[in-house]
């Protein structure tokens, strides 16, 4: 017999935009199941192994905050848990909180457990139930088998917009024109001396020698190595991938090729990087990190104009700061579009929801947006913000029948969301 379960909101996907859709619709007194195909939660953050938080201040500010709520709740336990949450500069001028994947898995398990959010790892959804315009259920597998999820409202925070993929609702791949930003596999590093030059400009340099001198299995020839203070360790943001596809064979050699990546470039750090001599490669990802993928089609979609003229709106439900950054080639870093120095842009409601299913919501990666606008709003920063606003209007929606704009605004305002 084929095991049910029902709730007033299910969550797919258990990265920052999950975790805060789950939360936040648990903290509007809805009945809610995160559902996680990993062993943890953080996606991104965790998974692939990208350790800062971008997007909770805009960008080149002073430090202007545009992003609360969930998101302050988890610096919080972070902070509970001794580890530093300030801001720290970036080599591009902008505001990110660094942070240790191991300690956040923690910090979200204790949120989720605080605002009694039902959690299930070790989860795949294969399927889901339409009738009209309502997604009715979702098909699930674990290793005892299939069961079903039953909710009044469900948010899509799985990344590449698995459930409305799933769901037959509409969704694009990449910029519309079938093109992603590239993936990148995380390759964590330690022995780094404390007074080396881990600049991009340094990486420059290295990469192009050693590409010079024959060494093979490197691609982009500058990037960023993360690392807090003068710790001995960092992280590597470079192997890189472009994806043509989500399907196990195309996912299956990009993450063996980032592997041989990883190893090439920490031979390269080692031969040509002072101050690296002894580096180490400690793990890489533990999974690709994937900046884009699938999006879901929404009722409203957010633009790139939207993004640099920092557009105000009446139904705005969270806000978005970081300027956007595509990254197109394998071989160069990412290009930023500027925007107005320490402005944020608002995002509607209308582009979180699914142009064909009511009760369907995308947050994170998810979220409806052109090429420029989804390069500001794919950061984690951001995430929260998506997904703390999708979890509430889900949580409005399987309550009253209708996520009414005024009461989601309302509930997220409760919550210390800025909106």
């Known amino acids: 017999m084929t095991r049910r379960f029902s709730y007033d909101v299910a969550v797919v996907g258990g990265g920052v935009a999950g975790i805060a859709a789950a939360v936040g619709a648990a903290q509007a007194g809805a009945r809610t199941v995160l559902l996680e195909r990993a062993a943890y939660l953080g996606g991104e953050a965790t998974n692939s192994g990208v350790t800062a938080f971008a997007g909770v201040y805009a960008s080149g500010s002073g430090g202007i905050k545009v992003v609360s709520g969930v998101c302050d709740q988890v610096l919080g336990h972070l902070a509970r848990l001794g580890q530093d949450t300030r801001y720290g500069v970036t080599a591009s001028g902008n505001l990110t909180i660094k942070f240790s994947p191991e300690y956040l898995k923690v910090a979200l398990d204790d949120i989720a457990e605080e605002a009694g959010v039902e959690l299930l ?12 315009t309502r997604l009715l259920s979702i098909e699930c597998a674990d290793d005892s088998g299939r069961f079903e999820v039953e909710a009044g409202a469900f948010v899509d925070a799985s990344g590449d917009a698995n459930l409305a993929f799933l769901s ?3 969704t694009v791949w990449g910029n519309h024109q079938g093109q992603t930003q590239v993936a990148t596999l995380s390759a964590r590093i330690d022995q780094i001396d404390k007074d080396a030059d881990i600049s991009p400009s340094a990486v420059e340099k290295a990469i192009l020698k050693a590409k ?16 807090r203070d003068q710790e001995d360790f960092g992280f590597a943001l470079l192997p890189s991938i472009v994806l043509k596809n989500l399907d196990a064979k195309t996912l299956s050699d990009a993450e063996r090729d980032g592997r041989k990546q990883a190893l090439a ?3 390269a750090f080692r031969k040509y990087m002072p101050g690296l001599e002894r580096c180490r490669l400690v793990s890489t990802g533990p999974a690709l990190g994937i900046r884009e993928g699938r999006k879901m089609v929404g009722l409203y979609t957010l633009t790139g104009e939207d993004v640099v003229r920092a557009v105000k709106r009446p139904d705005a439900v969270a806000r978005g700061g970081w300027m956007p950054e595509i990254h197109r080639d394998p071989n160069k870093m990412g290009e930023y579009i500027p925007v107005e120095k320490g402005s944020y842009f608002d995002i509607p409601l209308s582009a979180l929801r699914s142009i064909q299913l009511e009760n369907l919501y995308g947050a994170g990666r998810a979220v409806s947006a052109d ?3 989804f390069a500001s709003i794919r950061v984690m920063g951001t995430g929260f913000a998506t997904g703390h606003a999708a979890g509430v209007a889900a949580a409005v929606k399987a309550r009253t029948g209708e996520a009414e704009i005024k009461k989601v605004r309302e509930e997220l305002l409760r919550q210390n969301a800025l909106i």
């Open 212 to 227: 010079s001198d024959g060494m093979k299995h490197l691609t982009k020839e500058k990037g960023y190595i993360l690392r």
């Open 121 to 132: 790892f070790h989860c795949q959804v294969i399927g889901a139930k339409t009738e009209g």
């Open 265 to 267: 470039y920490v031979e």
């Open 371 to 373: 090429e420029v606008a």
């Open 168 to 170: 037959q609702a509409p």
